[in-house]
């Protein structure tokens, strides 16, 4: 017999490539069928056919709050009843802007003066890599394999998330000299980048890298890198990136950056990209950076950008609703909450004799199958990710959703409770025996 899941995803395939709208959704490297899921509140969400889970996803990150926070809910009918979209400024706009930037700060340290609102990451990205050129007349940029930016062109090489996941080495329909601007080395590498700068120096215009990657598995910055990727762009003359799409106002009431700041790390990038929890689960993105950057963006500079739904209404009222909300015991909670499910799960893989390292990243945790946690995509990949699959449909059948791919970060909200904690911890140990029962 099917259920409704099954129905949706065969009439999805007859009118979706792949029957769904993003590559990961489709169960491509766990096998099975994708839940269509309905509603969501709080900790947990429900299927098509009714089923309820205990939610490790968060919607990949923005639910820092929990689904459906009645809040932010209410923030957004609000702004729903006033207008959808006006092709206008509004007041939010620049409320959630200078939020942004009163929250990126560390001490008297502040990399975002000035902050610029898209509606995706992948706008985002592709808007700081364009600025960095802009703003240094030159055109190389160099990411780190494995690390995701986005779906635009020249940035898929190594990219980690769904690329790894479905085994692709970058993708077709990218012109090989828009390639040819980017050069790819390996993360946690500091011999690989004075290299790259010592062939390339004066052609470089920026480092992108995420404050933390999390899209190869989470695989954190050794203490001293993201330092010295800022200081090594810098004495060329180029810019430093850091994509805090997924890592920004997860992890610290700063980002990434701020959690580095807090324990001592200082290091000033020139652009910021922010993503996910910046709009609360709506289509919210931005970026930003100090001033003399931020203003080479037209209409004040010849940086070009814009978009008809660029600070769209609804999407700031939850960003803002979102924030405000973020409060310093939000993240404590969801803190706490990370370091006893990393410890539940580090018990009970090893009491099953399962190979692996619990990775971390602030309260970003992942299973990796291998005797160490990773500390780059090489790493990532060299892992046993066949005991992924049985691990992860062992979760689902108890009642526990996790990301259907062995290369994503987990994610908890400020609404994961002991109830909820306690079902994971009790579905853990049948889903590390089923792993290690698996068969490469």
Do not use: C
Not at 93 to 105: G, K
Not at 381 to 389: I, L, N, P, T, V
Request: glycine content about 10%; cysteine-free; aromatic content about 6%.
């Amino acid at each position: 017999m099917t259920d409704r899941n099954d129905d949706l995803f065969a009439a999805a395939r007859a009118v979706t490539p792949g029957g769904v709208n993003s590559p990961v959704r489709a169960y491509g490297s766990v096998g099975g069928i994708p839940r269509f899921l309905a509603s969501a509140a709080g900790a947990r969400v429900t299927d098509a056919a009714g089923v309820e889970y205990v939610d490790l996803v968060a919607s990949w990150g923005p639910a820092l709050l929990g689904h459906a926070h009645p809040e932010v809910v209410a923030a957004v009918q609000e702004a729903a009843a006033r207008g959808l979209s006006f092709g206008a400024p509004t007041e939010g706009e620049v409320e959630l802007a200078a939020l942004i930037v009163d929250r990126v700060r560390f001490g008297d340290a502040r990399p975002v003066e000035r902050v610029r609102l898209v509606s995706t990451g992948t706008e985002a990205t592709m808007t700081a890599i364009r600025l960095a050129r802009g703003a240094t007349g030159r055109d190389l940029l160099v990411k780190f394999s494995g690390h995701y930016h986005g779906h635009s062109d020249g940035l898929l090489a190594e990219a980690g998330s769904g690329v790894a996941t479905l085994a692709l080495p970058g993708s077709a329909g990218v012109p090989a000299p828009v390639a040819a601007q980017t050069l790819v080395i390996g993360y946690n590498d500091p011999d690989a980048l004075a290299a790259v700068f010592a062939e390339h120096g004066d052609r470089i215009a920026a480092v992108i890298v995420e404050a933390s990657a999390a899209n190869m598995g989470v695989v954190a910055p050794l203490p001293g890198f993201n330092r010295l990727i800022a200081e090594t762009a810098h004495a060329h003359g180029a810019l430093m990136i850091l994509d805090e799409v997924l890592t920004g106002f997860r992890v610290h009431p700063a980002g990434f950056w701020g959690l580095q700041a807090q324990s001592g790390e200082e290091y000033l990038p020139d652009i910021v990209t922010f993503g996910k929890v910046v709009g609360g689960g709506m289509p919210l993105a931005a970026l930003g950076g100090r001033a003399e950057v931020m203003e080479l963006l037209a209409p004040l500079g010849p940086v070009y950008q814009a978009g008809t739904l660029s600070g769209n209404p609804l999407s700031v009222a939850a960003g803002l609703a979102t924030l405000r909300l973020a409060t310093p015991d939000v993240y404590e909670k969801i803190d706490a909450a990370s370091e006893r499910l990393s410890r539940a799960l580090d018990a009970a893989l090893s009491d099953a004799g399962v190979t692996h390292a619990v990775a971390k990243a602030g309260n970003l945790f992942n299973a990796s199958f291998r005797a160490s946690a990773p500390r780059d995509y090489a790493e990532a990949q060299a892992q046993e990710s066949f005991r992924y699959a049985p691990f992860f449909h062992s979760m689902r059948e108890q009642g526990v959703a996790l990301p259907p791919s062995v290369f994503e970060a987990w994610f908890l909200t400020a609404a994961h409770g002991d109830e909820e904690l306690e079902l994971i911890e009790r579905a853990l140990p049948a889903a590390a025996a089923a792993a290690a029962r698996a068969q490469a």
